[in-house]
């Protein structure tokens, strides 16, 4: 697909790279995936990376990040996926309180929206989580993290 070249500056401006991921410095959406808006829509900054450097996205595809970084536009860490191979990532995994203490809390998220099945057991998990942070917190007289900022 061939873009303007002013929506591909655009588009760079965004961007804060690493010498690993290419870091989303604009608008995002709740799971911490960019948004950039192109021809008066809203998409997702990593599907437009992988048209931009990559090429087309077939209609049952979605674009994976290796990485598991949702705001990582690289175009090196994104790769196609059929939606079954996508969902078989988070099919396979077990919810442990390691998680949490990994702070992987994104994937939390996405695995919450894969499997439904887990929604309790992670809901426990990210209260843990929440509960932890906010006996920190306290010690050092900071406001308290809500709930409502996680789920
Ligand atoms: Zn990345």
């Keep these: 697909m061939k873009f303007p070249q002013k929506a591909i500056d655009r588009f760079n401006a965004k961007i804060n790279k690493t ?6 410095n604009a608008s ?4 911490g995936y960019g948004m950039f808006s192109y021809d008066g829509k809203s998409k997702p900054a990593h599907r437009f990376a992988y048209l931009l450097y990559k090429g087309d996205i077939a209609e049952n595809m979605v ?3 290796t990485c598991e ?5 690289n175009p ?6 059929t939606k079954s191979q996508n969902k078989k990532n988070y099919n396979s995994t077990h919810v442990s309180k390691e998680m949490v203490e990994k702070n992987s809390v994104k994937f939390l998220y996405r695995l919450r929206n894969v499997r439904p099945e887990l929604e309790k057991e992670i809901d426990a998990l990210l209260m843990l989580l929440v509960s932890e942070k906010t006996k920190d917190e306290d010690d050092f007289g900071f406001e308290k993290i809500k709930k409502e900022s996680y789920i």
Excluded: P
């Design 19 to 24: 010498s690993n991921c290419h870091e989303w």
């Design 28 to 31: 995002k959406q709740k799971q």
């Design 63 to 65: 674009v994976h990040q």
């Design 69 to 73: 970084n949702n705001g990582c536009v």
């Design 76 to 81: 090196e860490h994104l790769e196609l996926q």
